[in-house]
Each structure stands twice: as structure tokens, then as C-alpha cells.
């Protein structure tokens, strides 16, 4: 993109702030910022203007989800149909790893963080040891792609190669790069966070397809005769993946999508919860859920609303296909944006001061006509490291990996 391109682009958007410092720049610093300016989707900054409007819910009602006993009962069954699908190539995996481990008091990629005790045990380590538990029991590959931003891909890809990829051969790994949304102000005027640099941030974990369709990755699952993805976050270290039960389940129950989900342990856990919005399967952040929905009972009396997410799910490929073609909603979220003041000197604010712009994967949920819930027991599944201490911490996470044999 050339200057007169980028001049239009951002004028057409309100943004021509964006070159109040161009002639200051180095040659390869103007091409740094045109470059950002032709990747960045600047349209959606004016949603800002009515972000009321973008999060309302329709009716919610109960969605029951798949139980241990059922799973239990039919696990042979499950365990078949799922094994045969890994063997024969059609399921692959997503491990959603675009974030920082700042809340860990880390400025590393999150998954590099070392949750050992008395040997090192990265984050990244945990997760392909258990993906690897499905390789030795298919006795197949399974493609793994992994999604980093442009905050932390050269560090990953580098600690993957340091690492000898925890023993995963390589040419089943495939590195990409999440898309990028501008963060604004609260009128949607994007910040500079450099006079060569517009302020941005990941588009939310619901843009991790539209990014592997971005980067060429969806013709490599073409290739390889992908039919199922399972997408995963980064920060679960017990987690299993492409679990062959969990994909048996969901083939056999011709769902467009499987979500593995655990019993919650209070009706307040912060944690989003399975449902039907508007009859079509959905999910309520825990800070949606009202007293109501929370108190509310289903025909056996146990509480409705009583399964929670862990962000593991597995897709129909077609179906994300047919997704991506349509404009998923936007979510609004106030932050703290270090940007340039007036006098064009770096600011890290104490206070949120703007806006972030994300797309999230319950979206993606919400468009398809199908889900499965598919409880899992959360000592076996469920290790969250979201901080250092406390709840769901780096402290939780050793004692429940403990728990279960694993040696730290």
C-alpha cells in the first residue's frame, strides 16, 4: 500500500490522525505504518457509537448437556467412532496462544511460563503431552495448529524450535498469526502506541478461523482432509485433546459443534454457561447471568443453568466455513491502552481509556443449529492458570496436576 492509498483508506474511516507524524518517520518505519494501515479493518471503530445495541440477549432457556453416566455407559461406542476419525486424519487441532503471560508477571508468551517445581514444565509442555497421550493411542499424527499475535509469534515459534517441539514432529505443527483489531478512543479515534505504530490488540478468540482462513491455513486442512477442528485455549493444562470419546460423542450425535463443559461449583463461578438463546445454542458470560438464571430450576429440580465452559470445543470444518461468511457481532470491551499524547510521548493510563474490539467464539456457537454440552470431571479436565496465586492460578493448577500423576 502506498501513501495515497493509506490517505484514502484512513480518510474514508475518520482516521487521518493516524500520519500526523509521517514525515518524522525513517523509510523503513513509513512502511511499517502503511503496512499496518493496509491490514487493519478500520469499520468497526464507529460501531462504538452504539455498542448498547451489539450485546443484547435474546430469550434464554436451558440446553442439557451429555453427563458423565451417559459418557460412561456409551464410552466404548464413543471411543470407537472418535479413534477411527483420528486415524484416518479428519480431526486436527487449535491452540489458541496469542496472549501474554502479564497477569503471571510474565512479558513472555503465556504458554512459555514454567509451572515446575523441582524440573521445568512449561504451559506449552503440558498441552502437547496430553495430545501426544492420543497419538500413541491412534498411533496416528494429528495436525496441531497454533495460533500466536504479533505481540508474541517470534518468540513462540522460537521456543517450539528450542525445544525440539516436546518431542511432537514438527511437520504436524503449523504456526499463524492472529488478526489484529485497532484499539480507539472512546469516540473510535485509534491510538498511536508509536509515532510509526497504531495501537491494536487481538480480535477476540472468536476471529481464531477468519485468521487461519487469512493466512492460507484452511487450504492446508483442505489437503489434509480435515473434517473436525478441536480449539482449545492455551491456559489449561489438564485439558485433553482431540479426546476420541469427546469426538465420537459429537459425530454420533450429528452435531455441528461439541463443547466440553464442567458442573459448576457455585452459582456465581465466573465462568459462561451453556444454554439456547432464541432456541439456538448459545452461551451467557457469567457476568450476563442474572439471579434469575441462576436460581433457575430445570423438571428434575437441579439447577438449569449448571454447566460451564473451558473454551474446548469441538467444530464441524463445513460449518466454519459457513460461518466466517457471514459478520460475526462485535464486543465492546473498556480498557487501559498505552498510546501517545498530544505531545506525542508514550502514556500507560492507570484508568481504561478506550476501547478494544473483539469477536468471540460463543458467536460462533450461537450460528450454528447444533451443540453438544459434554460434561467432563473438572479435577481431571480443568486446571485453569488465569493468575499467580488464588483462584484459578499457576498455585491451583500445580496442586490439581499433583492430583493426577503428574510430576512437576
Avoid at 515459534?157 to 472512546?186: S, V
Wanted: with cysteine; aromatic share 10%.
Amino acid at each position: 500500500m502506498n501513501y495515497q492509498q493509506a490517505y484514502d483508506k484512513l480518510e474514508k474511516n475518520g482516521q487521518l490522525h493516524v500520519l500526523k507524524y509521517y514525515e518524522e518517520l525513517k523509510p523503513e518505519e513509513k512502511e511499517a505504518l502503511l503496512s499496518q494501515v493496509e491490514r487493519l479493518d478500520f469499520s468497526m471503530t464507529s460501531s462504538c457509537k452504539h455498542k448498547e445495541e451489539l450485546t443484547q440477549k435474546g430469550k434464554i432457556t436451558p440446553l442439557s448437556a451429555m453427563q458423565l453416566g451417559e459418557i460412561k455407559r456409551r464410552k466404548d461406542e464413543f471411543m470407537s467412532v472418535g479413534l477411527e476419525a483420528v486415524r484416518a486424519g479428519k480431526v486436527g487441532a487449535v491452540l489458541l496462544a496469542g496472549g501474554m503471560g502479564t497477569r503471571l508477571g510474565s512479558d513472555a508468551p503465556k504458554g512459555v511460563y514454567n509451572i515446575g517445581l523441582t524440573k521445568e514444565v512449561f504451559i506449552f509442555q503440558r498441552l502437547i503431552e496430553n495430545l501426544l497421550d492420543v497419538v500413541r493411542q491412534a498411533d496416528a499424527w494429528i495436525h496441531l495448529f497454533v495460533m500466536t499475535s504479533d505481540k508474541n509469534h517470534e518468540a513462540t515459534t522460537a521456543f517450539f524450535k528450542e525445544k525440539n517441539y516436546f518431542g511432537y514432529r514438527p511437520e504436524y505443527i503449523t504456526f499463524f498469526m492472529q488478526e489484529m483489531a485497532p484499539a480507539t478512543d472512546y469516540e473510535g479515534k485509534v491510538y498511536l502506541e508509536a509515532k510509526d505504530r497504531i495501537s491494536t490488540s487481538p480480535n477476540g478468540n472468536g476471529g481464531w478461523f477468519s485468521s487461519m482462513m487469512k493466512w492460507g491455513v484452511v487450504d492446508k486442512i483442505h489437503e489434509a482432509g480435515i473434517e473436525w477442528l478441536n480449539v482449545f485455549a492455551v491456559d489449561n493444562v489438564l485439558q485433553r485433546i482431540a479426546d476420541p470419546c469427546f469426538v465420537g460423542a459429537t459425530i454420533l450425535t450429528d452435531s455441528d459443534v461439541g463443547a466440553k463443559v464442567v458442573r459448576k461449583n457455585a452459582p456465581d463461578e465466573r465462568i459462561g454457561v451453556m444454554c439456547l438463546e432464541d432456541g439456538r445454542p448459545s452461551i451467557v458470560e457469567y457476568y450476563e447471568l442474572t439471579e434469575e438464571l441462576m436460581n433457575a430450576k430445570d423438571e428434575n429440580g437441579d439447577p438449569a443453568y449448571s454447566f460451564g465452559v473451558i473454551l474446548n470445543y469441538l467444530f464441524r470444518e463445513k460449518a466454519l466455513e459457513e460461518i466466517v461468511a457471514k459478520k460475526l457481532p462485535l464486543h465492546i470491551v473498556e480498557k487501559k491502552i498505552p498510546c501517545l499524547d498530544e505531545k506525542g510521548e508514550l502514556i500507560k493510563p492507570e484508568e481504561p481509556n478506550g476501547y478494544k474490539y473483539e469477536q468471540l467464539v460463543l458467536d460462533m456457537i450461537h450460528e450454528l443449529d447444533s451443540c453438544l454440552p459434554y460434561e467432563v470431571e473438572r479435577n481431571y479436565e480443568f486446571a485453569p492458570i488465569k493468575n499467580r496465586t488464588g483462584i484459578d492460578s499457576v498455585e491451583s493448577a500445580r496442586e490439581l496436576c499433583k492430583e493426577n500423576g503428574i510430576e512437576l
